[in-house]
C-alpha cells in the first residue's frame, strides 16, 4: 500500500497537459486492442491481417479520438470520476460505435464480417470504461483502505442536500457513510444507493451498535426552532455534530468534507435569532453617506455588511487598526463585485482621540448617518489600564460626536453594552459615561465646548440625533465566550468558567448590528434602546452543550473518565454575576417588537463639562484614584471592585 501511495503523489502532480496525453494514448492503444480481440472472437484470428483489415486498425482510432475530444472526455479528472462521466464516456463510445458499424457496412471489405462493427465498440466501451473506473479508484484511493482511521457517520437529512453531501463522501474518502436520519415516515425503513434510512429516535441505538463518530446536519432549509429541537434531542448522544454551509454553497455542487462545519453561535444559542424589519433597516441608509467607526472590529465590520446590502451611495470606514481595516475594506469590495452594489467604499486611518481628523473627515463626506462602534471593550485590560479606556471610551465619543454636530450629522448612534448598567468594572462604567454625554448634547439645542479646549469658541446648534443602543454579549466576537471554548476544546480543556452561577444576556453578531440599525432609525433624540433579550443564558451551561455536542463527554466526580473538564476560576476584576440591560423600570415599546426604550437619568451639558474637564486632566496624568472617584460620583451604581490593580 505504501508503494502505491508513493507512486500516486509524483503522477498526480504531473502537468495536467502530460497527463492528458497519457490518457489520449491509452484510448488509442485500448482501440487497437479492441480491433484486435474482436477479430480474434469472430474468426479466431490470431496472427497478422490482411490487406483490407489493416484500415479497420487505422479506422478505430481515427474515428474514436476526434469524437473524444468533441465531447469532453479529456476535460475530465480521472480521481473525481463519478457516474455522470461514465456516462458521458458511454455516450461517446456509444456513438462513436454508430459511426464505426456504419463506415464498415458501407465498406463492405474483404474479410472483415460486419458482426464486427458490433463486437468492437462493446469491448472498447469495457476496455475504456475499466481504465477510468482503475485510474479512479488508484488515484483517489481504494474504497477499503484506511477505514479505521476514518469518521463513522450519519447525515441528518435523506434530501437533496444529504444525497450530495453523500456522493461527495464517496470522493473524499474521509468518513464512513452509516446511514441516513429523517423524520419523514414516508422514507424511514427505505435506503439510499444500499444506506439505510432511520428515524430521530433510532439513533441513541445506532449510534452504539454502529460506533457513530459524526452525525452531519444536512437540511440547510430546516427552520432555526426546528433545528435547535432537534441539536438539543442530539446533545445526550456521544457524537460530534456538525453542519453544512448555506445552500447557495449546495447548489453551485461545491460541497466537499471541507465544508463541514462546527455548530454556528446560533445553534449553540438556543432559541431564535431576533428577526429584522427592513423598513427600518433601510431607513437611514439608502442612497446616503454613511460613517462606521470601529470599522475593522466584530460589530463594526457587521455594520458595514450589512449597511452595504442597504445600498448608500457612499460607506466611510474609520479605524485606527491598519489590518482590521484592510480587512473589512477588502471583503467589502468583493461582496460589492459579488451583489453588484455601486457603493463607494472609503477606508480611512483614524483614531477617534484625534479630533481634528474627525473634524476633517466629516468636513470632506458630510455624512448623514454615524455609527459609533470605537471602543476598547475588554473588560480585564480596561481593568488594567482605566486611563486609556477614559481617553478612548468617552473622549473619543465625544470627539466623534463634536465633528458630527459641527458637519451637521443626521443620526449619530452609539454602540453601548448591558455592562453600562450599574456597572462593576472600569469599561462598562465609561461606557456609561459616553452614553452620558450624548444624552446631554441630544437634550441642548446648542452647546458650546470653549470650556473643554480651555479657549473661546463657537456655539454650536444641535441639528443630530443622537440615540444609544444597548444590547449583551456578541457570540463570535473576538474576545468571546465561544471562540475560547472552541479553542480549549481542541487544546483537549479545560474549559475555564469564572463562576459556577454567572450568567450573561447573549446575541449574535448579526443580530447586534440589525438593532444598531434598527434603533438609529428610529430615534428622535437622547433614547436609550435595549433589545428584549429573552432569559440570560448561564456559562456553565453552555460550556457543557459545547462539549455534549462535541461529541465528548464532561470529566467530573461523577464520571471521573470523561473526556474534558470544567474548571472554575473565580470572577475577574471588574466581573460581576450576572448583567443587566436597565438601569430603571418600566421600558417603553417601540415600533420594533422586540426593542424597547428607556429614558434614563442624566446630567446637563454645563454641568457634564465640569465633570469632564477634571476627568480628561486625570486620564491623562494617569491619576487612577481620581478616575475611580470621578466615575463613582457620575455613574449610578458604579462601585470600584479593584482599587488596589496595577494602572
Not at 16 to 28: H, I, P, Q
Not at 366 to 392: F, Q
Request: hydrophobic residues 45%; proline residues 5%; neutral net charge.
Amino acid at each position: 500500500m505504501s508503494f502505491i501511495k508513493t507512486a500516486r503523489t509524483p503522477l498526480l502532480a504531473l502537468p495536467r497537459s502530460f497527463k492528458v496525453t497519457v490518457v489520449v494514448v491509452l484510448d488509442l492503444v485500448l482501440a487497437l486492442v479492441s480491433v484486435w480481440i474482436s477479430f480474434y472472437l469472430r474468426i479466431n484470428q490470431v496472427g497478422l491481417p490482411q490487406l483490407e483489415q489493416g484500415y479497420v486498425y487505422l479506422l478505430a482510432p481515427l474515428l474514436a479520438f476526434p469524437l473524444f475530444v468533441r465531447l469532453g472526455l479529456y476535460r475530465a479528472i480521472f480521481r473525481y470520476t463519478g457516474m455522470a462521466a461514465l456516462a458521458s464516456t458511454a455516450k461517446a463510445v456509444g456513438l462513436y460505435g454508430v459511426l464505426f458499424f456504419c463506415v464498415l457496412v458501407v465498406l463492405k471489405l474483404d474479410g472483415v464480417p460486419r458482426t464486427l462493427g458490433i463486437i468492437q465498440p462493446m469491448l472498447f466501451l469495457l476496455l475504456v470504461g475499466a481504465s477510468r473506473a482503475m485510474a479512479r479508484f488508484w488515484l483517489a484511493g481504494s474504497p477499503f483502505r484506511g477505514r479505521h482511521e476514518e469518521g463513522r457517520l450519519l447525515i441528518y437529512g435523506a434530501g437533496a442536500a444529504g444525497v450530495q453531501t453523500a456522493s461527495a463522501l464517496g470522493i473524499a474518502r474521509q468518513f464512513v457513510l452509516l446511514g441516513f436520519i429523517d423524520e419523514d415516515a414516508a422514507k424511514v425503513g427505505r435506503s439510499i444507493n444500499g444506506v439505510d434510512i432511520m428515524g430521530l429516535s433510532d439513533v441513541p441505538e445506532a449510534v452504539e451498535r454502529m460506533g457513530v463518530t459524526d452525525i452531519l446536519l444536512a437540511v440547510p432549509s430546516l427552520g432555526r426552532s426546528r433545528r435547535n429541537a432537534i441539536i438539543d434531542k442530539l446533545r445526550e448522544v456521544p457524537v460530534h455534530v456538525r453542519t453544512l454551509p448555506g445552500m447557495a454553497d449546495l447548489a453551485s455542487g461545491r460541497v466537499t468534507v471541507g465544508d463541514f462545519q462546527e455548530l454556528d453561535v446560533e445553534d449553540l444559542l438556543g432559541r431564535a435569532p431576533v428577526p429584522p424589519d427592513a423598513a427600518l433597516l433601510a431607513r437611514n441608509l439608502l442612497g446616503k453617506t454613511v460613517l462606521v467607526t470601529g470599522a475593522g472590529g466584530s460589530i463594526g465590520g457587521e455594520l458595514c455588511r450589512q449597511i452595504i446590502q442597504e445600498k448608500p451611495c457612499r460607506l466611510v470606514l474609520v479605524d485606527h487598526n491598519e489590518f482590521g481595516l484592510y480587512t473589512i475594506h477588502s471583503e467589502l469590495l468583493r461582496l460589492c463585485a459579488e451583489h453588484a452594489l455601486q457603493v463607494e467604499i472609503v477606508p480611512l486611518l483614524a483614531s477617534v482621540s484625534n479630533l481634528r481628523r474627525l473634524r476633517e473627515i466629516c468636513r470632506e463626506h458630510r455624512p448623514a448617518t454615524v455609527y459609533h462602534a470605537a471602543a476598547y471593550k475588554h473588560v480585564p485590560l480596561v481593568e488594567c489600564n482605566p486611563s486609556e479606556g477614559i481617553l478612548n471610551n468617552v473622549f473619543g465619543t465625544l470627539n466623534m460626536a463634536r465633528a458630527a454636530m459641527e458637519s451637521g450629522v443626521e443620526y449619530f448612534v452609539l454602540v453601548s453594552t448591558d455592562k453600562a448598567v450599574r456597572p462593576t468594572n472600569i469599561m462598562g462604567a465609561t461606557k456609561r459615561m459616553a452614553e452620558l454625554v450624548l444624552q446631554a448634547l441630544a437634550a441642548s439645542r446648542s452647546v458650546s465646548f470653549a470650556s473643554l479646549d480651555g479657549e473661546p469658541g463657537e456655539v454650536v446648534e444641535n441639528r443630530t440625533l443622537f440615540a444609544m443602543v444597548r444590547f449583551g454579549n456578541v457570540l463570535g466576537s473576538s474576545g468571546s465566550v465561544v471562540p475560547l471554548f472552541r479553542r480549549q476544546l481542541l487544546e483537549g480543556g479545560p474549559l475555564t468558567v469564572t463562576h459556577q452561577d454567572v450568567t450573561r444576556y447573549f446575541m449574535t453578531i448579526p443580530e447586534a448590528a440589525q438593532l444598531v440599525l434598527q434603533a438609529g432609525a428610529m430615534a428622535h433624540g437622547g433614547e436609550v434602546f435595549v433589545l428584549d433579550m429573552g432569559e440570560s443564558v448561564k456559562i456553565m451551561d453552555l460550556a457543557r452543550r459545547m462539549i455534549q455536542l462535541s461529541g465528548l463527554s464532561i470529566r467530573d466526580e461523577r464520571n471521573p473518565g470523561g473526556d474534558i473538564e470544567i474548571n472554575v476560576t473565580g470572577l475577574r476584576p471588574g466581573e460581576k454575576l450576572y448583567e443587566e440591560l436597565l438601569i430603571g423600570d418600566n421600558p417603553e415599546p417601540t415600533a420594533h417588537e422586540r426593542i424597547m426604550k428607556a429614558r434614563e437619568d442624566f446630567v446637563g451639558w454645563s454641568e457634564l463639562a465640569v465633570v469632564l474637564i477634571r476627568m480628561r486632566v486625570a486620564a491623562e496624568q494617569n491619576d487612577r484614584a481620581c478616575v475611580s472617584e470621578i466615575l463613582q460620583q457620575q455613574v449610578h451604581g458604579y462601585v470600584s471592585q479593584a482599587a488596589d490593580a496595577p494602572v
